[in-house]
């Protein structure tokens, strides 16, 4: 301390020839040590050694200089050292799961997700928009990645054998092309709603077969639920008193055998239940496509096989008729499900053969679930479904029955026509295209001409 003081430029010269230490942050992704870099100055030779610390997520390097005697020795010893340190990097593994079941994932509050991590010792990063389906995996290794992959997978696959995972696509062949058909059905529902001519374009929406989850904005002609409100006008027509009627059942017919239901609230009709006429259709098979690569497979499929579906209807039209309506679930008086029942004209199962065809490519390719194999088909053209029920509030409303037994009484015997069917479509559930229709993921023509010889 009392010594004597280094003269000017001294401290100076001790600085550069021992060199100063300087830390700096790296980022943790980096996956290897730069390699000792060789550097003339003047007579001697530096070499700059790069050591890195690691203290848990964050990594610190120090620069020091030193002469060409410090490759001897201990200071190569540390050197290999830290370079063992640092041969763990960082691996990365992204997984495109699809949107639909990143929420099994997560799992709730996040439990699902934080039980992975903590089991493999990786950082899974979801996405943080509904528009994005791919997942991040991140660890110290790859084996931690590759089994947290693997858990990933393994509820996926359980989650998609549940009813918590909704059909996302189905093939279908399209009715609602035929104008004429699309105005019966709304003469249909318009008759049994007791809703004036004048409100067919607002009765057009409807539901839609399957849609059990749609937005509740879709659809507000008859406000929430079944309620309906009734305008009652005086004489004079400067007094008018709305009046709520949403405890009584619609119905065209036979409004006592309604009345003397034993729970009024569980056998009404509203307008929810009832597909949207734009969107009329013959299901052929249901499909669980929860990413875009199974979608992308199941368009492929479709397209393929459109020479031997073409074989199965012998190249030629194909017509069927509708008529009538029949239960599918429950009785008359509690029905669940309606339709219109469908066959063929000339009777010679050109359509069955046509949908083993395709159902058959569809099982081939791993996209139906095992459950669904070996259904047997029975085509049908859906009217009115209770699964279709809105929701109310922030609950799904339940799928009660409803009371058909007027409908059956007025349309039993309806002739709903003959049509062409002009096409078969790989149809995305819950989107719809400009015509109002399912978006069409894929098509393939049907014969609409004889072939001549």
């Known amino acids: 301390m009392g010594g004597v003081k280094d003269k000017p430029g001294t401290m100076d010269k001790k600085k550069r020839r021992k060199g100063t230490p300087v830390w700096r942050p790296v980022r943790t992704q980096a996956s290897s040590l730069e390699e000792p870099v060789m550097k ?8 700059r050694i790069q050591m890195q610390e690691v203290n848990e997520s964050t990594i610190e390097v120090m620069d020091a200089t030193v002469g060409p005697k410090a490759l001897e020795g201990d200071i190569e010893d540390e050197t290999i050292k830290e370079k063992a340190v640092l041969s763990a990097t960082k691996h990365s593994l992204s997984v495109e799961v699809g949107a639909s079941v990143i929420r099994f994932v997560r799992g709730k509050e996040g439990s699902t997700k934080e039980k992975i991590e ?41 989650a998609v054998k549940t009813s918590s995972l909704d059909y996302s696509h189905f093939v279908s062949l399209p009715l609602a092309i035929h104008p004429e058909l699309v105005d019966k059905l709304v003469n249909f529902q318009n008759t049994i709603l007791g809703i004036n001519d004048t409100c067919v374009g607002e009765n057009l929406e409807g539901n839609s077969d399957g849609d059990a989850s749609e937005s509740d904005a879709q659809d507000q002609q008859l406000g929430e639920g079944s309620a309906v409100a009734v305008e009652l006008k005086v004489a004079d027509d400067r007094e008018s008193v709305k009046v709520d009627i949403s405890g009584i059942p619609l119905v065209s017919d036979a409004p006592k055998e309604v009345k003397e239901s ?96 395709i159902i ?24 009115m479904n209770v699964t279709h029920r809105k929701r109310r509030g922030n609950r799904r409303a339940k799928a009660n029955s409803f009371d058909a037994r007027g409908v059956f009484k007025q349309f039993r015997s309806e002739e709903w026509g003959e049509y062409l069917i002009r096409e078969v479509h790989l149809s995305q559930r819950f989107k719809y295209d400009e015509n109002g229709y399912y978006h069409c993921c894929a098509s393939i023509p049907f014969p609409e001409n004889m072939q001549v010889s």
Not at 126 to 145: F, N
Not at 268 to 281: A, L, N
Not at 360 to 383: M, N, P, S
Request: glycine letters at 4%; a negative charge.
């Open 262 to 357: 034993k729970s009024s609230s569980d056998l009404r009709i509203e307008k929810s239940i009832f597909i949207k006429p734009k969107t009329f259709h013959l299901t052929v098979l249901m499909l669980k496509l929860w990413n875009k690569e199974r979608v992308s497979l199941a368009t492929e499929v479709l397209k393929s096989i459109s020479p031997k579906v073409m074989d199965a209807l012998d190249n030629r039209p194909l017509f069927v008729r509708l008529k009538g309506l029949d239960c599918m679930k429950g009785s008359l008086a509690r029905a669940l499900v309606v339709y219109a029942p469908v066959e063929e004209i000339g009777s010679e199962n050109r359509l069955s053969r046509a949908c083993q065809v």
């Open 360 to 383: 058959d490519a569809f099982v081939e390719a791993g996209l139906v679930l095992e459950r669904d194999i070996g259904q047997e088909l029975k085509l049908h053209a859906t009217v």
């Open 118 to 158: 903590k089991e493999t010792g990786v950082q899974i990063i979801l996405p943080s928009s509904k528009q994005e389906d791919a997942i991040i995996i991140e660890g110290t290794s790859a084996d931690s990645v590759t089994k947290a992959s693997k858990e990933i997978q393994h509820i996926i696959d359980e």
């Open 40 to 47: 003339d100055v003047g007579v001697e030779s530096e070499i």
